[in-house]
């Protein structure tokens, strides 16, 4: 029973702390504070379970692919808040579909793994849901759109955020099976601010005061967005210690309706018909990818 409310709860979480992202982009919040405040918050509130979690039985490896996790975490996360600044939510939740099309050109190349029909069929249909997703200009044929698409700036960068949380998934499905998910779900909040620290004096120099004076006026939407990171972050870590990561993922794909409906209800996002339609055939492409790509 706990790993469907796991799942459950992951699917909501996931689009509600990015809609906090995007709002607090307008606050205006910079992407880097952004993160590095949310980890700060949850590390507040894990620090004292975490030291009374009994680390020294951990191994070396467990630490290394913490450190790895963290750091993907972080840089993922900035990138991701600084799409949702450039695009519409509602867009890009549904490019975490293509995150089951990463996962299996990366199984092509790293270990041999070949596409079966179902996996084709399943990139053609994430395809089709994004040539459905796109805003033709008028006289514009959807081949064109679809190019434009790929290259916009928001577009983009959530690509590169996507890259970067597929492949932290990897390392925090090993942390999970060396440990337990609560005390990785510690580690990532600890070690995630400290490297979004090292990005903060990196990126916003001279920006700390202005930042601190966003954060006094927005802390509740700090707050909400801690809460919301982190019940996302757990419950991702549950269903990891539980299923297989790829399945896992599949089930994930379902949080690409609520942010459809989140991006017009509180962004005034467009054509949301469109895109709800869209996001479900590229769906259903992830699904079929993940239950059936590889032969």
Known sequence: ??????????????PISNAFQKRLTAAPAHPVFIIAATHALLTAVVAPFAWHAGMTSLTRAFWLNMAVSASLAVVGNVLLVYALRAGDLSVLGSINAYKAV??????VFLIGEVPSATGAAGVLLILLGSAIVVERGEGQSRGTALV?????????????????SATEAVFLKRAVLASAPVLVFYMWSVLGVVVAAVCGALVLNGQIG?????????????????????VMQLTTLLTFGA?????????????????????????????IARRLAGAVVMIVGALMIVMGGRR
């Open 1 to 14: 029973m706990l790993i469907p409310l796991a799942v459950a709860a992951r699917i909501v979480a996931n």
């Open 102 to 107: 990463l996962s299996l050109v990366l199984g």
């Open 148 to 164: 434009r698409f790929f290259r916009e700036p928001g577009v983009q960068l959530r690509f590169a955020a996507l890259a970067c």
């Open 243 to 271: 299923l297989q990561v790829g399945y896992s993922l599949a089930l994930f794909q379902l949080s690409t309706l609520i942010s459809v409906f989140l991006g017009y209800r509180y962004f005034q996002e467009r054509s």
């Open 210 to 230: 202005s930042e601190m004076r966003t954060f006094r006026r927005r802390w509740r939407m700090y707050v909400c967005l801690a809460a919301a990171t982190g």
